[in-house]
Every structure is written in C-alpha cells, then in structure tokens.
C-alpha cells in the first residue's frame, strides 16, 4: 500500500510513499531492539564519534537533504539550507553533550557506604514527527535519544517521508544497521508504532493526537511538545523593528511553526499604531516570494476554515506570488485580523499559518491576562525599549520560552519545551538528554559485615 505525494508549492502529484503496516513495524522495533545491547554498551566517546560521522554525512549531502525537505514542505531554499545546517549542528552537539554531561553528587552520603548515580538509556524509543519540519524535528528527538544509547524508530508525518528516509540510509552507515530506523506512514502507522514494544515514546504534533498516543502508551515514558500559540506583547515603547521583525517570524515556514508569534497584544494608546504598522510590514512579505505555502489539502481547509468563522471586523492580506507553474500550490498570503473578540476561533486555535490577530489589553495586567487566555503554553515574546519591565513581563507569562524583543531565536544550547496543553518535555539542550536517560543509584556497603 502506498500514499500519494503532492508538491505544496504546485498542488500536483509528485509521486507515491510506502505506508508501514503492522509486519514493518514489528520488523524495524525487533531490530532496533536486537542493535540495542551493541549501541548502548559503545562509551560515550565512540558513540560521540559515530554521531559526528553522521553530522558529516548531512553535511556532505546537504544538496540532497535540502532537494528533499523542498520537495516534502514547499520551502524556499534559503530556508531549507538553514534547517539541514542546523541538524548537522544538532547531531555534533549531542556528540559532545553526551561526553560532559553532569550526574547527581556521589559519595559517601550514608555512613559506611558510598554511593553515586548511573544515567542509563532507556532503550528502544518510538519517534513520531510533524511535517512542518521533518528533519530538524526528527534531529531534535533522534540526536539526544542516540546520544544516550537508545536506539530509534523514527516515522515521519505521512506527507514528508522524503528527508528521514535518506538521514536513514546515513545513519546505518555511520551509526550501525538499525540504530536509527525510518517507518513511512499514516496515522495507523503512528498508533502501531505507539503500541509496539518500544520503551518510549517521543511524540511532537497536535493535542489531539499527544492525547491519543499518551493513552496508547500506556503507561510507558512519552514526551510530547503539542503545539502552541504564542502571545506578542508589544508596549508603546516597542523597537523600531519590531514590526518587520514579527512579519518575518510570523511567516517563516508560512507560520507553520509551534512557536512563531500569533496572537499580538497591545495597550490601548499604541493599539492604532501597531495594527498599522504590522499591516504595512505584513504587505511587504509575499507568499511565494519571501516564503513557502502551507504543506497539505488538509492544512489549507483548516486555515480557511478558521479565517471565514472569524469575526475580526478588520481583515488585511498581502499578496501571492508563485512561480510559472505553482499557481494552484498551497499558497496562503501574510494576514493580519484586528477588531476581533477575545474568544474569536483565530484567537482560541492554533492557526498554524501567516496570520497574526491584534487583541487590545487596558493595561500590563490584562495583558498578561489575555497571553495567558488559552490552554497552549510554550513560546511568548515581549517588545519594549524598557529592559526592566520587559523582564518583569518574561517572568510573568506562562510558557517555556519568552523572548525579548526578538521571535523565534534558538540554538542547540538552550532548552524549548511546553507548558499546559503544549505537552511536557524537553527538546534542546543537555538537558534533553534526560528526558531519553534513567537514573540508577548504586550503594555500596564499605566493609563485609563480618
């Protein structure tokens, strides 16, 4: 059985994918389960190698990584080349993470006996991946889960299998047969790699489905990153770039990020101004020029969707610009919504597309309010020249990552993960090397009892 491919950027077909059943989900955790014991027992510093040979692998098919994600997602080059650069980084930063990381202080903390702490991988980890960023969040689960000693079985989102296929076929090379295994597929295949003897399961994707795959866990180790909507608040006092600054967050990848900003919140004496001012900077981005459309028929419905049920009394698109040829592509134009009810549908749901509403709030505290006014909790920013009351604010907002006065800012080194109803877990960072590791306290009696 196979899934038909369609390009985003054209809306034709572009070719088939093997759906994974039942047989080919066994078959790859039985394998991963088999690689498990040779993998895990490597020291860290052979296993930091072999990560950095597969870093290098990307690397030197960068070309075709980048050909691939384009083909799955839609997305201009310029941004694919970043995202493949950023895996190959991911991978060599866990390659050395794993080789420094901390445990809990040992010693002599009983008397007459010594004790210390063993971080020991948990084994066979199930990983389901969205198609907004199929390798970069495939690097972001794969590279720490490795790094840790666990192996892996990987399934892309059903509509960009392209990209893990290939970090597949390099992984074997540099890591061993079935360290890290690919199972295109649907949704089925999700819920049967879910239900297959892995050990854990990594899930980033909607609530919906983090509900259905903690349920089918049952029980085992899961870590979900589910989505956000992220609230921008911007003071009167706001950088002079803050509008073109969240213009080109807001649509990179065609808004379809957890963290890119979506719901911006204004005092009432600069409300007028930002609408404006964001209008002006949102026009000045076209789809298909300066970024890609959305990935999928389904995607596109939903975000119409949401656009048509909202009773935003203010309503401005910029334009679309595809190609020769991409004209019945997924392409959605930047969109602002203003003058709209604190519980518009644009508002409440994620909206995963080029869109940014403008809510009006009477003071700092109702405006802390309305960014902390819906279950998702992950990513926030704030924009004022005051650093002060800035970082008062960051402090205030209920979500894993705030910036201040920028959008979307991230490096291997610091840790991005959820609050609420955007799941629990940490991606990013040495600390997502826990989630992936379990301890193990060791006591030893100093003398023999006789």
Known sequence: MNTILVDPRTGRVRGSAPVSGEPEVRSAVAA?????????????????????????????HA????????????????????????????????ASAVRAQSAPAGGRLVDGHESWVRREPIGVVGVIVPWNYPLMMAAWRCAPALAAGNT???KPAETTPDTLDLLAEHAAEALGPAVLTAVPGDRRTGRLLVGADVDMVAFTGSAAAGADVSAGAAGRRVSLELGGNAPVLVLPDAPG???TQLAR??????????????????????????????????????????????????????????????????????GVAPRPGEENGFWRPARILADLPDDDPAVVEE???PLLTVQRAEDLDAAVALAGGVPQALAASVWTRDLATGLDLAGRLDAGEVWLNCHLVQTAELPHGGRGA?????????????EYQ???TVTVRLHDGN
Not at 275 to 291: K, N, S, T, Y
Not at 422 to 434: E, N
Request: charged residues 25%; proline residues 4%.
């Open 32 to 60: 991963a389960r088999a690689a498990l014991p040779g993998w895990r027992g490597l020291t860290p510093r052979e296993r930091s190698r072999r990560l950095e040979r597969l870093a290098a692998l990307v690397e030197e």
């Open 63 to 94: 070309d075709s990584y980048v050909a691939r994600e384009a083909a799955g997602t839609g997305k201009p080059d310029s941004e694919t080349a970043g995202e493949v650069e950023q895996v190959a980084d991911l991978f060599r930063f866990f």
């Open 152 to 154: 892996v079985v990987v």
């Open 241 to 243: 770039d803050t509008w």
């Open 249 to 318: 967050a807001c649509t990179y990848n065609a808004g379809q990020s957890c963290a890119a900003p979506a719901r911006v919140i204004t005092l009432r004496e600069n409300h007028e101004e930002t609408v404006e001012r964001l209008v002006a900077a949102m026009r000045e981005r076209l789809a298909g020029r300066d970024f890609g459309p959305l990935n999928n028929p389904d995607q596109a419905a939903r975000y119409d969707g949401i656009v048509k049920a909202s009773a935003a009394g203010r309503n401005v698109a910029a």
């Open 351 to 353: 909206v995963f597309g």
């Open 422 to 434: 955007s799941g629990h877990g940490t991606d990013l960072s040495t600390l997502a090397l826990h």
């Open 438 to 440: 379990r301890p193990k």
